[in-house]
T-cell receptor, first 117, second 110 residues
Framework: GAVVSQHPSRVICKSGTSVKIECRSLDFQATTMFWYRQFPKKSLMLMAT?????????EQGVEKDKFLINHASLTLSTLTVTSAHPEDSSFYIC?????????????FGPGTRLTVL | DAKTTQPTSMDCAEGRAANLPCNHSTISGNEYVYWYRQIHSQGPQYIIH???NNETNEMASLIITEDRKSSTLILPHATLRDTAVYYC???????????FGKGTRLSVIA
């Protein structure tokens, strides 16, 4: 199946700094990518939809100025957590539907674990 | 909100079949039933999906009731590596995001 990568896999940062997480579709083009957040022992929560060439759409309660999303190309979306605080510590996961598959199968990245000290 | 209901947890003996139920009584005619699983600290992995017919692939079988209000994912010979949280999701195909419920935590026991 198609592959989605994320970088970095793990990051530890100090409170107040910004962290950028990359999501890449390695063998297909993705005009849309989705960003999720997962707290310990909880399910994945959709944060936003990243659209190539246009602004991202955010779910209710997700601050767009704190979680900056840029979909720079058909294979790359980035999520920047600005002025991170300890409560932003979480597992961030992206996914991308492969329009070339028969049913737009969605592929998930391996996730990025963010720890804010 | 998720449109499915699953048991919180289940245990299964290694080598036996694991049958994971899912209720989706409000499913609409154009919605598919998808199953994903998430092994600890990894991204979700696609397992199988179906509309109304039963489906089988190399990983699992999906049995959908005739009224489509419930389904069962079957792992025919569970192994320790199948220990994971299993999510049943209903959605239309296309570029819509997957909405995850709480899933079923399956523990395969030696």
């Amino acid at each position: 199946g198609a592959v989605v990568s994320q970088h970095p896999s793990r990051v530890i940062c100090k409170s107040g700094t910004s962290v950028k997480i990359e999501c890449r579709s390695l063998d297909f083009q993705a005009t849309t990518m989705f960003w999720y957040r997962q707290f310990p022992k909880k399910s994945l929560m959709l944060m936003a939809t990243s659209n190539e060439g246009s602004k991202a759409t955010y779910e209710q309660g997700v601050e767009k100025d704190k979680f900056l999303i840029n979909h720079a190309s058909l294979t790359l979306s980035t999520l920047t957590v600005t002025s991170a605080h300890p409560e932003d510590s979480s597992f961030y996961i992206c996914s991308a539907p492969d329009a070339g598959s028969s049913y737009n199968e969605q592929f998930f990245g391996p996730g990025t674990r963010l720890t804010v000290l | 909100d998720a449109k499915t209901t699953q048991p919180t947890s289940m245990d299964c003996a290694e080598g036996r079949a694991a049958n994971l139920p899912c209720n989706h009584s409000t499913i609409s005619g154009n919605e598919y039933v998808y199953w994903y699983r998430q092994i600890h600290s990894q991204g979700p992995q696609y397992i199988i999906h179906g509309l109304k017919n039963n489906e089988t692939n190399e990983m699992a079988s999906l049995i959908i009731t005739e009224d489509r209000k419930s389904s069962t994912l079957i792992l025919p010979h569970a192994t320790l590596r199948d220990t994971a949280v299993y999510y049943c999701i209903v959605r239309t195909s296309g570029n819509t995001p997957l909405v995850f419920g709480k899933g079923t935590r399956l523990s395969v026991i030696a």
